[in-house]
Every structure is written in structure tokens, then in C-alpha cells.
């Protein structure tokens, strides 16, 4: 019996949608939780080439909900051990280890050739360099976040508003799941329905996940759900750049302080409050404000931009 004999009977699948998906390329930035149950399905199902990116190593306090992982797999590379795991369960498919950080300047190089993007990245700015790359490239997107008890899942991009149309402004939280905790089922429910979407839109099932939001809390164990096919793009945003990208002109401000990071994310970068930057004789620079995950540079830079005439640009220490 074929290995995708069960799928095969459903009438959104059969030997047609089985080509899809053995011919489809899909790239998942970020091999964590969320890659946790995305990884073996997409595999299982057949998804003929998998592109796995992600630049940490396998951590016991992350087991829980990174349960692709053993605690032999510590001190190892996620996306080696991913791809040994997805290939060991498919060896019908190609499996591609990427081990970087996502950045402004290699996501076009990865996202330009693939069929859909997956977000799995538990990054703010990985989110939006995706989001705003994917738009740009006509890419379907398909992004989740999950934060202790609750978690969302949509379809961007591709023909779509983009994450930007949904979420125009800083997040009003900064906690993460260092910070403020996640539990594993919810990561792995919504991670399961991120490979759903991702299933569905190789397949062609209607309606089309992309302009999809599905939100999901496990408090009262209740999902929602609602289309924005029709949310308006925001006129202008703060895009997200690698530090390699900074010019010598660029009037560069650090936020975190020397005990966060002793070394500034750039040599020319100043530690100084937003409040002097108002009367800064160097206004018409192109103002850059870096942080570790680029949250405490959006916020800073929605502040300051009614007062600062040049370009704001975001910098974020880590990715994914």
C-alpha cells in the first residue's frame, strides 16, 4: 500500500494533489516549537523539499514544547537534528538545513525560491522582514505566534493583506516566552493548524487560508476566527535591517544598556535617552535604533517620528 495511500482517498488530495505536493518547496524559518509538529507532518504528507532555518542549538529548558527534540539533542543544532528527524520519517523528500539567522539581506535569497514560507521564528522582526519580503515577492506567508495560554495562526501575503495590514503597530507586550511562559499543547495546536494552512493552500482547498486569521486560547479551550481579505496596507512602516547594513552616515542609537549588551551592536552606535535625539543637530540623517528583538526600537521609533524628518530604520540584535 502507498505510503500516502490514506490522504490519497480524500477528494482534496487524490493523485492530482499528491503531485502538488511532492513537486512543492516550502521554507520554515525557526525550528522550535512551532516547527515541532509543522516539520513531521509536512513530511509525512509528502512535501517534496523542506528548507529548515534556524541558528540555535537544542535547549533542555525548551523540551517541553520542542518536542521534535530528546535530551540527547542538547548542545546540537536544531536544524541539523530537524532535518535528520523529518528525512528518517520521509526519505522520499529533500530536506534542506539552513543554520543562520534570518536577516534583511538573506531572506530574498531563501524566500524568492520556494512555494510557501512558514513562520516559526518566535521573532518580531523575523516576522516582518518575512512579512514585508513575501508581499514584495507575491510569497504566501503562513505566521504563528503563541504566548502562554493563547496563540494566533493566519495566511498572509501571496494575493493577501500582509502581517503589517493586520498588526500596523508596535506590540503592546514585550514578554516572550522566556519571559512570560507558554505551555507545549497550545504551541503544538497551533502549530499542527499552521501545517493545515500550509496543506490546504498547496492543495488548492477552499476558501484559501491566505487572508485567514485563527486564534486559539486554551483557557476556555475556544478558537475564532475571521477573513481580512480587505484590510487596507499601511501607507509607510519602519522597516527592519541587519547590522551589516548600517551606513557611516546613519545617526545609530543603542537602547539597551552596557550591562545588556557591553558591546554596541555597531561601532558608531551612541547610548543616549530618546529625548535628546528631539533637539539632535543631525536630523536629517537616517536614524537607526537597534534592540535585541526590535520591539524596543519600533516602540521608540513611533515616538520620535513625529519629531524626526528623516528615515527611521530598526535594528534587532537577534531573529531567529
Known amino acids: 500500500m502507498s505510503r500516502y495511500a490514506r490522504q490519497m482517498i480524500l477528494p482534496e488530495v487524490g493523485a492530482k494533489g499528491q503531485d502538488r505536493l511532492s513537486n512543492a518547496h516550502v521554507l520554515i524559518v525557526g525550528a522550535g516549537g512551532l516547527a515541532a509538529p509543522v516539520l513531521p507532518l509536512l513530511a509525512g504528507a509528502g512535501v517534496g523539499q523542506l528548507t529548515i532555518m534556524d541558528r540555535d542549538s537544542v535547549a533542555l529548558s525548551n523540551l517541553h514544547r520542542q518536542t521534535l527534540f530528546t535530551e540527547q539533542d542538547c548542545g546540537c543544532a536544531k536544524v541539523q537534528v530537524a532535518a535528520e528527524r523529518c ?18 539581506e538573506n531572506v530574498t535569497e531563501f524566500v524568492a525560491d520556494v512555494d510557501v514560507v512558514l513562520d516559526c521564528a518566535d521573532s518580531y522582526a523575523a516576522s516582518y522582514i518575512l512579512s514585508d519580503t513575501c508581499l514584495r515577492l507575491a510569497k504566501p506567508l503562513i505566521s504563528a505566534s503563541v504566548l502562554g495560554l493563547s496563540g494566533y495562526v493566519g495566511g498572509f501575503c501571496g494575493g493577501a493583506p500582509s502581517l503589517r495590514a493586520v498588526f500596523p503597530d508596535a506590540p503592546d507586550s514585550g514578554a516572550s516566552c522566556a519571559t512570560a511562559g507558554v505551555l507545549g499543547p497550545v504551541v503544538g495546536m497551533i502549530g499542527a493548524m499552521q501545517a493545515q494552512m500550509t496543506l490546504n493552500l498547496i492543495l488548492g482547498v477552499k476558501p484559501s487560508p491566505l487572508g485567514q486569521m485563527v486564534q486559539f486560547d486554551a483557557r476556555p479551550l475556544r478558537s475564532t476566527g475571521f477573513r481580512f481579505d480587505g484590510a487596507p496596507e499601511p501607507d509607510a512602516h519602519f522597516p527592519f535591517i541587519a547590522p551589516s547594513q548600517l551606513k557611516a552616515d546613519d545617526l545609530v542609537i543603542e537602547l539597551r544598556n552596557a550591562e545588556e549588551a557591553p558591546e554596541p551592536i555597531h561601532p558608531s552606535a551612541r547610548r543616549m535617552p530618546l529625548e535628546m535625539l528631539i533637539n539632535d543637530s543631525n536630523k536629517g540623517k537616517r536614524l537607526a535604533l537597534c534592540c535585541a528583538t526590535g520591539l524596543r526600537a519600533w516602540r521608540a521609533a513611533e515616538k520620535i517620528q513625529p519629531d524626526w524628518p528623516g528615515e527611521i530604520v530598526l535594528v534587532a540584535a537577534s531573529t531567529s
Do not use: C, M, P, S
Not at 528518517?88 to 543562520?100: C, Q, S, T, W
Open 87 to 104: 528525512q528518517a520519517l520521509n526519505d522520499e523528500i529533500e530536506v534542506h538545513a539552513e543554520k543562520r539567522a534570518l536577516t534583511n
